[in-house]
C-alpha cells in the first residue's frame, strides 16, 4: 500500500505544478470572494440519517480497471441521493481513478447533500478548488501528510466552510 501511495503522491506533486503554472493560487483565492456555492453539512447529516449511507462515484480504480468511463456524474450522483444517500463522495484524481474537477462540479450542482472530494490532497490549492467545485467537505489521507500538513489543511477547511473526513489506515 506504501508503495502505491507514495507513486500517487509523487505524480501528484507534479499534477499540481502544473495547474498552479496554468492557474495560480492567487486567482483562486480572488475566485473564492465571489463563490457563493452551497455548503451542507457532513456532520449534520449523518447525524440526522437513519443509514450515514455515503456513495461513491468512481471512474475506475488501479485493480479494477474502467467501471464508469462514459457515465454522467451529476445524474449518477443524483441517483444516489434520490436512493437515500447521505453524502456523495466524488473521486478527482484522474490519473489512477479517471476522476475530474468536473465530475465534482456536475455533482454538486445535483445535488442537495454533502460532497465530499475524494483526492490525494497534498497541497492548500486542491483545497481551494473543492470548494471552488462545490465540495461540502474534503477528505485527508493521514498517510500522506504530516502532522502540520494535517493541521495546517484542515485550519484552512474550516476557513473555506469545509468539513474534513480524516482517512487513518496505519
Known amino acids: 500500500m506504501k508503495d502505491i501511495l507514495n507513486e500517487i503522491i509523487a505524480h501528484k506533486r507534479n499534477e499540481i505544478a502544473a495547474q498552479k503554472n496554468s ?24 447525524l440526522q440519517s ?3 449511507i455515503i456513495a461513491e462515484f468512481k471512474r475506475r480504480s488501479p485493480s479494477k480497471g474502467w467501471i464508469n468511463q462514459h457515465a454522467n456524474a451529476g445524474n449518477v450522483t443524483k441517483g444516489y441521493e434520490v ?3 447521505t453524502a456523495l463522495s466524488v473521486l478527482t484524481d484522474s490519473t489512477y481513478f479517471g476522476g475530474t474537477l468536473a465530475d465534482l462540479q456536475h455533482a454538486a450542482r445535483q445535488a442537495k447533500i454533502p460532497v465530499i472530494r475524494k483526492e490525494f490532497i497534498i497541497d492548500e490549492y486542491q483545497i481551494l478548488q473543492a470548494r471552488l467545485s462545490g465540495a461540502s467537505a474534503i477528505l ?3 498517510a500522506a ?3 502540520e500538513e494535517t493541521h ?3 485550519r484552512l477547511s474550516k476557513q ?11
Open 152 to 154: 495546517r489543511f484542515i
Open 160 to 170: 473555506l466552510g469545509l468539513e474534513v473526513l480524516l482517512e487513518l489506515h496505519d
Open 83 to 85: 436512493a437515500g444517500a
Open 145 to 147: 501528510l504530516s502532522i
Open 23 to 46: 492557474i495560480p493560487y492567487s486567482l483562486l483565492e480572488r475566485e473564492l470572494a465571489d463563490c457563493h456555492l452551497p455548503v451542507y453539512s457532513l456532520k449534520d447529516a449523518l
Open 140 to 142: 485527508l489521507i493521514a
Open 50 to 52: 437513519s443509514t450515514g
